[in-house]
């Protein structure tokens, strides 16, 4: 479903293991910056208003996952860190059309957030098979369902609202240029890392 052309190292989940912490704290700030990043392809494009209602539940999703990961932090004495940058995600986001027209700015905004959400479905997969934590195996299987379906959301919109646009090829050339970008991850205790 997903469509990710290399699947994460399945070692990658005992690194996240003997982290617990960090991952925590990576993952409540990935949650809050989706959530942000729904705001903000609201804010551009706000005429547009199934895709304004939809994304409005899903960052209102994304910030109760935010308070999820939060209090799981808190329940195990750990204290959430300080933000932390994604490069994987910044490496992606150069990937984005910067120029071209409107529609093709929202277009790629919608694919590069399918992306990201189809490699934390997929790494969330992974942490729910892998780790020995049951509690958090069990959040994070819970939390693969959500985001396949955030995944959908975003690819949705970003065909319907392509029209005349050559969106299948974009997508490709992401998935493409997803492959590379990933395989420089996969070796520290975070979401994307």
Request: proline share 1%.
């Amino acid at each position: 479903m997903l469509r990710l052309k290399l699947a994460t190292d399945p070692r990658w989940a005992a690194l996240v293991e003997n982290n617990i912490e960090e991952i925590l704290t990576d993952h409540a700030w990935c949650e809050q910056k989706a959530a942000t990043n729904a705001i903000t392809i609201i804010t551009l494009n706000s005429e547009h208003e199934e895709l304004v209602t939809d994304l409005l539940k899903l960052a209102k999703e994304e910030l109760e996952h935010f308070e999820m990961v939060h209090e799981i932090i808190k329940k195990r004495g750990f204290t959430l860190g300080r933000e932390r940058k994604d490069s994987y995600v910044n490496e992606l986001y150069k990937f984005m059309n910067k120029g071209g027209s409107r529609q093709q700015s929202m277009v790629d905004r919608l694919l590069f957030s399918a992306m990201i959400e189809a490699r934390s479905c997929e790494r969330f997969k992974l942490l729910s098979e892998r780790i020995k934590d049951v509690e958090l195996a069990a959040f994070y299987r819970e939390l693969m369902i959500s985001e396949a379906g955030h995944y959908t959301t975003f690819l949705g919109f970003a065909r319907q609202y392509g029209k005349g646009l050559d969106v299948e090829k974009r997508w490709k050339e992401l998935i493409e240029f997803e492959a590379e970008v990933i395989t420089r991850y996969g070796k520290s205790e975070t979401i994307h890392g």
